[in-house]
């Protein structure tokens, strides 16, 4: 009897379970890999290779366009907006920063980063007037970009990564802010928190617990709610199922991270993104085999959807979440 009961109990709570996913529908099929996001009147815009960009209307899938903003083969890893535009830069040298018109997508060159090591791992608009790109650089020294007033140009800064210190191009998403801080995670030998007070503009360097050590190490993406609370989660690509010291928060701006779930989440993760309205109880992330939600500020995880292939998400909503990665972008409807 005992046992009858528990085997009963096990099946409702699976069943209560999948049903937290109401829907999930792929809206785009291409032949492409994408790896950063953006919304913006009720589409989907994203970037990736070939040089494609382009767009998905949520409401009608079929009302969706897409352009190549080079006769190259271009890959595009970051995507960021402001008002009237987004911008979206190539990995590799030379580093083109297209700007492209949210109405028309007539496109230009707006900066060119000619170094060798250019390579850019994410690019973000703090507001209109703001923004960071984060490159790879052949010195060790922290590279930023910067766009501030409609005008290009190098941050300048004394701040030296340690060797091996690099970021990972995996969602866009190694940048985040807030009205008083950004925040820049690092990962391979070294996995640390570089924080800007914008105000200011001076850069801390905070330690993490974070895994690091090796090249495949570290945090890939970071979120904020507010000027207090943010999480992280990364791990190893080169081992995907490994699960420990992948996921941290810090209620503290940053300066300190305490590690949560290790040992008990489903690995490797690319993309993470706390719910708008939830103050950072609730969060989606997704990694190369996996998508997962925790309801108690990032402290436990479950795995709701097994799909593979997915790298950046994004909240479109309370109870939405668009994904993109490889050949597609889909999106995930939960009901609470």
């Known amino acids: 009897m005992k046992k009858t009961f528990s085997i009963l109990f096990f099946c409702l709570g699976v069943i209560a379970f999948s049903q937290q996913i109401e829907s999930f529908t792929t809206i785009l099929n291409d032949k492409i890999s994408i790896r950063a996001l953006e919304l913006y009147d009720n589409k989907v815009w994203y970037s990736g ?10 409401k009608n899938n079929d009302n969706k366009k897409q352009i190549r903003l080079s006769e190259e083969k271009l890959q595009f890893r970051t995507l960021a907006q402001d008002k009237d ?24 060159i707006a900066f060119t980063d000619m170094s060798k090591a250019a390579f850019y791992d994410a690019f973000h608009f703090v507001n209109e007037r703001l923004a960071f790109a984060f490159s790879d650089t052949d010195d060790n020294r922290l590279k930023l970009t910067m766009y501030k007033n409609g005008e290009w140009s190098f941050f300048e800064n004394k701040i030296k990564l340690n060797p091996g210190e690099a970021a990972f191009a995996a969602s866009n998403t190694n940048i985040a802010s807030s009205k008083k801080f950004l925040w820049i995670a690092t990962g391979g030998k070294a996995s640390r928190i570089l924080r800007m007070d914008l105000k ?4 801390e360097v905070f330690e993490t617990p974070f895994i690091q050590g090796e090249s ?6 970071i ?8 999480i992280a989660v990364g791990g190893d690509y080169t081992k995907q199922d490994e699960n420990i010291n992948n996921i941290a928060t810090t209620r503290d701006a940053g300066k300190t991270w305490q590690i949560q779930a ?3 989440n489903a690995g490797y993760t690319t993309c993470v993104k ?14 190369d085999k996996h998508i997962s939600y925790s309801s108690d500020f990032g402290k436990t995880w479950k795995k709701i959807s097994d799909e593979k292939g997915f790298f950046v998400c994004s909240w479109v909503n309370g109870n939405t979440i668009v994904f993109g990665g490889n050949s597609r972008i889909s999106v995930m409807k939960l009901k609470f």
């Open 216 to 221: 495949s190490q570290g945090m890939y993406s």
């Open 223 to 230: 979120d904020f709610y507010d000027d207090k609370f943010g």
């Open 200 to 203: 200011k503009e001076n850069l």
């Open 262 to 264: 290790s040992g008990k």
């Open 49 to 58: 290779t070939d040089s494609k960009f382009g767009f998905v209307d949520l």
């Open 274 to 287: 706390i719910k708008p309205g939830s103050k950072g109880k609730e969060i989606i992330a997704v990694g």
């Open 85 to 108: 535009s987004l911008y979206a830069v190539n990995i590799e040298s030379p580093a083109y920063f297209f700007k492209i018109d949210k109405k028309n997508l007539k496109y230009r």
